[in-house]
């Protein structure tokens, strides 16, 4: 390396060190240290003590291209700074990881690192392998292969149910699993999510596009929708 470019080429610590004295201009500059951790998806964490700048990024970023590093730099350093990062590295470090490859390889590393957890498909009250065969007979002439099928751990109001691509799982919320939860309500989630394994999901720049026009018409082929959609509310 010529000693030209060794001074071209920021380092992480460099670009990060460059930053912090941007966004804290009156701050007493920190010491650095990055590492780049195994994570089983793209997070990363930075903390400030006693003058020490800590950042553990995703080591899928390891070796990201210098304007990526400084974006990712921009988002944690605002956030240690309480404020918002500026949209313009918002937008390139999301970008970035929306790139087809950098989506693969977070895919491919979810499924070998992160562990999905579920309950046992056989909840109290409804079976959820039972149902999915019985809907893709009804709705799919059976053909669709059966995913990995199970009750979350937390009963969640909110998400009642969703496709995992990474895990090939789909999960319903373990609140759906009680007595006064009627039949129709789990099977209109469950044939919700499938409909989510039949047309996955499509990126469109930087949207997710998860219920395409063609989702919401297959899903109308669910006769009781309207019905179940108004005892879902009514829970
Ligand atoms: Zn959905």
Request: proline share 6%; with cysteine; hydrophobic share 40%.
């Amino acid at each position: 390396m010529s000693l030209e470019s060794a001074v071209l080429i920021e380092t992480p610590e460099q670009i990060f060190l460059r930053v912090y004295r941007q966004i804290r201009p009156h701050a007493k500059p920190p010491r650095i240290t990055i590492g780049f951790r195994k994570f089983a998806n793209a997070n990363s964490f930075i903390r400030l003590e006693e003058g020490h700048l800590e950042t553990r990024i995703t080591d899928v970023l390891d070796g990201a291209p210098a304007y990526v590093i400084e974006a990712l730099a921009h988002i944690l350093i605002s956030k240690l700074a309480r404020r918002p990062p500026e949209r313009v590295y918002q937008e390139r470090y999301r970008r970035y990881l929306n790139r087809k490859e950098m989506r693969r390889s977070l895919m491919l590393l979810r499924q070998s690192r992160g562990r999905k957890q579920l309950r046992d498909p056989r909840g109290h009250q409804f079976d959820l392998d039972a149902l999915f065969e019985e809907l893709n007979f009804r709705f799919f002439y059976g053909l669709m292969a059966r995913p990995t099928l199970g009750w979350s751990l937390r009963p969640s109001r909110t998400t009642l149910g969703h496709y995992d691509p990474s895990h090939n799982a789909i999960v319903l919320s373990s609140w759906l699993d009680r007595p006064e939860v009627p039949a129709l309500a789990v099977e209109y989630v469950l044939f919700h999510e499938m409909l989510h394994l039949r047309y996955p999901v499509e990126h469109r720049g930087l949207r997710r596009c998860v219920h395409t026009a063609e989702f919401k018409e297959a899903e109308k082929q669910f006769p009781e929708w309207k019905e179940a959609r108004r005892l879902l509310k009514k829970l």
